[in-house]
C-alpha cells in the first residue's frame, strides 16, 4: 500500500477541501480499497464500525414444496445456511408461515445423513440445543415466535461449509369466495409494537426477532396440485410461474428461481363446477379415536334486508401502510362508502399514532355526507405508528345509531406486535356488533386478521394487489350484506360424543367456509346434520362421513385447532396455567410446534474443536412489497437554487429602484 | 433616517443572502464532485481511507459516465445532503450492474442538468470500486408523476434508473414530476452476474429522506 502522494493538483485539492468545511460530514469507511486484492466481484462484505476486517455475510437460501391433495397441503420448507467465512458461525433465521401452520417435522441434513428432529418443551429443547452448540456439535432448533412467525436456529456451521434444514407443516386450504388460495408467506412486515407497557398478551410478550430488509432473499417454490376435481382456472397472483399438466392436476413452478420473496406467493384455483353447497366429511382412525374434518360452503342466498346498518370503517395510516397500500385502502374506502345504502348511517376512522374520526357520530350516507368522506378519504396520508387500540376504543365509544347493527369494517396491513391484546380488546367490547377485517398489501398479518375477524363474530378479507379491490371488497359487502347462515347447529350420528377443536360459529357469512374438525371417542355409523336458518327459513344439511385411511393428518389438524383455540382462550383472560399445560400435552402427544414446544434435531459427533468460537448472525428476511422498505419513491431532486436567485435578484432590483430616486432628490 | 433607505437596505442584503446562497448550492455541487473525484482516483492508486474531506461520512458506490458528461460518482443513500454532493444511489436498490432495478437521483439544476439531453441508445458506463466496468443502454425517457407512481425494484436484468426533477427549467422546487431515464445493461468487462448476497447492517436502510441542507 502506498502512501498519499501530494502534487500540485493535490494541493490544489486540499485547499478545496479547506472551502468545503462547511459541508456537513462525520466519517468516511474504507468499505473498499482496504483489501481490493481480496474483495472478490460483486460481493458485499458486512463491516462492523468501526471497520475491522471484512467478513462475508451468512447465507440463506430457501426452497418450498407443497403437495396439495384436496383441500390438505403438505408443506416442506428447505432451508439452507451457507457460511463463507473462515469462521465458525451460527446462523439465526426468522421467517413467516401461514397463520395456520402446524410444524411437525425437523430434519437436519448433514452430508448424506438427515437426523430427525425430536419434539420438546421449549426449554428443554433450547438447552438441549444450547448443550449441543457449546459441546461443538452441529443442532438446529425451530421456535415459534408468533402464531405465524418461526425461528431457526443453526449451531457450528463450519466455516466454507452449509447446513441444511428441513421444516414440514400441514395446513387446510379453504374454499373461500367460490376459489381455493394457498398462500405460502415469504416475507415479513415489520411490527409495530405500540410502547408505554401495553403488552399483556404471551403473543405480545415474545421477541420480536425479525430482521427486514429490502427484497434480496430468493425462494423457489414448486407446487403439485392434485385438487381432486377438474380445475377450471389455477392463478399465481403475485409470482410469474411456469404449470405443467400431471393428470387430473398441475404441477407449479416460479418461472424464475431468483424471484425476490417480498410478497407473499399466493396460488389461486377454482372448480370447473362450482357447487351451491359444497359439504364433505373426512374421518381418521388414530387408535382408538376418530377424527373427522368436516367442510361446509354456505349457500349463497340474497335476503330481503329487513335491518338498519351502521358501518364503522377503520382505517389504518400507519407508516407500515405507506406506498401501495395506502392507496388500496383508500381504493377499498372509497368503494366502501359508494355502497352504502341510502337508510344506512356511516363514519370514518383513521388512526396511526392517534385516532380521529370524521363525524363524532354516525351519519346517515346521503350526498353532503358522502362528499366529506370523499374528501377526507383523499386527505389520508400513511405516516406514523400503529396504535391501533385507540383507533378501536374510538369506534366502540362512538354512540350507536338506534335500531341499527353496528358493523365495523377495519382496513389493515395488521402489522402490530400486540395482537392479543387487540383481540381480547374487540372480544370484550364487541357486544352486539360485528368486526370485519381487510387484510391490505402485500403481506398482511393473516393472524390477527383472523383472529380480529372471529372475535368480532365477523369474517376476513384479503386484497393482495390493487387491481382486485373492486372484486375482494364486493366479496366484503356480500358479507356485510347478509349472513348467509344463522344459528348453525352440529349433530352428530347417535352416540358418538365429539369433541370439538373450537367453538362452532353461530353466523356462517357468505363466501365463508365452515371448517370443523372433531375428535371422536368411536367410530360413528351414520350421518352428521347441520341445521341452520337461512333467508328467514330453515336450512338443513345431511353428509356421510367417509373414512379415508391415507388422508392423514386429520388428527394433526385437530390438534392444531385446539391449540389454537387453547390460546385463544388463554389470551382472552382463561387459565393460563390449565391451558400451557393441555397445549404441552396436546402438542407433544401430536409432535406439532407450538408456543410452548420446540423441534430441536442434534448430531451426535461434535465437529467443532474446542477451544474456537463460533460467531452468531441473523439472515435477514425480506421486507412486502408495496412498502417503504420494497420500491422506492423519488427522491426530491429540485434545488432551491433558481427560486432562490430569482427572489434575490428581485430584491436587489427593488432596492436600487428604491435607492436611486433617493440620491437623485438628494442632489436636486 | 429615512424610510425608504431602510427598506432598500433591507432587500439589498436579502437579495445578496439569496443570490449567495443560489450560488453556494452550485459551488458545493461542484466543489464536493472534484473532491470526490481525486478520492475516487486516489482509491484506485491504492491510497487507503481517500477521503474527499476529512470529516465526510458518504460512500461512494459507483462512477458513472454518461456521453462526453463529466464523470460522476454516485453516493450510497440520496438523502439531501448526499443529494448536494452528488448523484445518489437509493439504498434500498441494487448495486448498478447486480440483477434488479438499480436507481440514482440527482438534482435537475446541478448533477443531472445535462439528462434533459439523454436519447434512446446513449451509452451510460458505470464503474464499480473495485474496477468493474459495466455498460448500459439508454432504452426509455419519460416524465412520471412521483405522486402516483413508484419505482419498482425487482427485476431479473440489471437495470440502471436515473431520476431527477422536471421541468428542467422550472423556477420552484418540489415539483411533482420527475424526468426518468431508464437504461438496460448491455456488457460489463468478464461479466458474471455478481451474486446478491445479504447486506451488512452497516448500511442502514431505509434511508430516511432528510430536508435539502
Partial sequence: ?????????????????????????????????????????????????????????????????????????????????????????????????????????????????RIRGEIKRKQEARAAYEQAKSEGRRASLVDQERPNMFTTSVANIAPHSSITVQIAYLDVIPFRDGRYSLSLPLSITPRYTPGGGRDEGAVAAAATPE????????????????PGFPLQQVNSVNHAVLMDMTGTGRRVNLRSPTVPADRDFELVWTPSVAPDTYASAFAERVGNDTYVLVSLMPPQMAAERTYKREVVFIIDTSGSMSGSSIEQARAALRLGVERLQPGDTFNIIRFSNDATSLFPTSQPAVGINRQSAMDFIDRLV??????????????????????ALRQIVFVTDGSVGNEAELVKLISARIGGARLFTVGIGGA????????????????????????????????????????????????????????????????????????????????????ITLNGRS?????????????????????????????????????????????????????????????????????????????????????????????????????????????????????????????????????? | MNTRVVVAVGLGAIGVACVTAACWIHLKAFAAQVLINAAWDRTQQGVVEARPWPWADTTPVARM?????????????????????????????????????????????????ELEQARIGDRIRVEWPDGQRFLFSVTDVSVVDSRANRIALDGDEPTLTLVTCYPFDAISPGGPLRFVVTAHFIAGAGYTPPRRVARAAAFPRPVPLTGFL
Fill in chain 1, 1 to 113: 500500500m502506498t502512501t498519499d502522494p501530494t502534487p500540485l493538483r493535490e494541493r490544489v485539492i486540499n485547499w478545496l477541501a479547506i472551502l468545503a468545511i462547511l459541508l456537513a460530514g462525520v466519517v468516511w469507511p474504507p468499505v473498499f480499497g482496504a483489501t481490493p486484492g481480496e474483495a472478490r466481484a460483486g460481493t458485499l462484505y458486512l463491516c462492523t464500525m468501526p471497520c475491522g476486517a471484512p467478513t462475508e455475510a451468512l447465507r440463506q437460501t430457501t426452497q418450498i414444496h407443497a403437495q396439495v391433495t384436496g383441500d390438505v397441503a403438505r408443506v416442506h420448507v428447505t432451508q439452507t445456511f451457507e457460511n463463507p467465512s473462515d469462521d465458525w458461525v451460527e446462523g439465526l433465521y426468522a421467517f413467516p408461515l401461514s397463520a395456520g401452520a402446524a410444524v411437525d417435522e425437523l430434519e437436519m441434513l448433514v452430508g448424506e445423513r
Fill in chain 1, 211 to 226: 430482521h427486514v430488509e429490502a427484497a434480496v432473499q430468493n425462494a423457489q417454490i414448486e407446487i403439485d396440485l392434485e
Fill in chain 1, 382 to 403: 400513511a405516516d406514523g405508528g400503529t396504535e391501533m387500540r385507540s383507533a378501536l376504543e374510538l369506534a366502540f365509544s362512538i354512540p350507536p345509531t338506534l335500531d
Fill in chain 1, 444 to 527: 398482511p398479518n393473516a393472524y390477527f386478521m383472523r383472529e380480529a375477524a372471529a372475535a368480532g363474530r365477523g369474517s376476513f378479507t384479503f386484497i393482495p394487489q390493487i387491481d382486485q379491490v373492486n372484486e375482494r371488497m364486493s366479496d366484503v359487502f356480500r358479507k356485510l350484506e347478509n349472513p348467509a347462515l344463522v344459528d348453525l347447529q352440529l349433530h352428530w350420528p347417535a352416540g358418538a360424543v365429539a369433541t370439538l377443536a373450537s367453538r362452532l360459529p353461530s353466523d356462517v357469512y357468505a363466501g365463508d367456509p365452515l371448517t370443523v374438525v372433531a375428535k371422536l371417542s368411536s367410530l360413528p355409523q351414520g350421518m
Fill in chain 1, 535 to 668: 333467508g328467514g327459513g330453515a336450512w338443513t344439511r345431511q353428509l356421510p362421513l367417509r373414512i379415508v385411511n391415507d388422508r392423514s393428518g386429520v388428527a394433526k389438524l385437530w390438534a392444531r385447532e385446539r391449540i389454537a383455540a387453547l390460546a385463544r382462550q388463554k389470551n382472552l383472560g382463561g387459565d393460563a396455567t390449565e391451558a400451557e399445560n393441555q397445549i404441552v400435552t396436546l402438542a407433544l402427544e401430536h409432535h406439532l410446534v407450538s408456543d410452548y414446544t420446540s423441534l430441536v434435531a442434534v448430531d451426535d459427533t461434535p465437529v467443532r474443536p474446542v477451544g474456537t468460537d463460533a460467531r452468531k448472525e441473523q439472515v435477514p428476511v425480506s421486507a412486502p412489497r408495496g412498502t417503504p422498505w420494497a420500491t422506492t419513491g423519488f427522491a426530491s431532486t429540485a434545488t432551491p437554487a433558481p427560486l432562490l436567485l430569482l427572489i434575490g435578484l428581485a430584491a436587489l432590483g427593488i432596492a436600487l429602484v428604491l435607492v436611486l430616486p433617493a440620491r437623485m432628490r438628494a442632489r436636486a
Fill in chain 2, 65 to 113: 459516465t454518461f456521453r462526453d458528461w463529466k464523470t460522476l460518482v454516485v453516493l450510497e443513500g440520496s438523502s439531501g445532503r448526499n443529494l448536494a454532493f452528488a448523484p445518489s444511489h437509493d439504498a434500498a436498490s441494487v448495486l448498478p450492474g447486480e440483477p434488479g432495478n438499480s436507481v440514482i437521483s440527482a438534482h435537475r439544476d446541478t448533477h443531472f442538468r
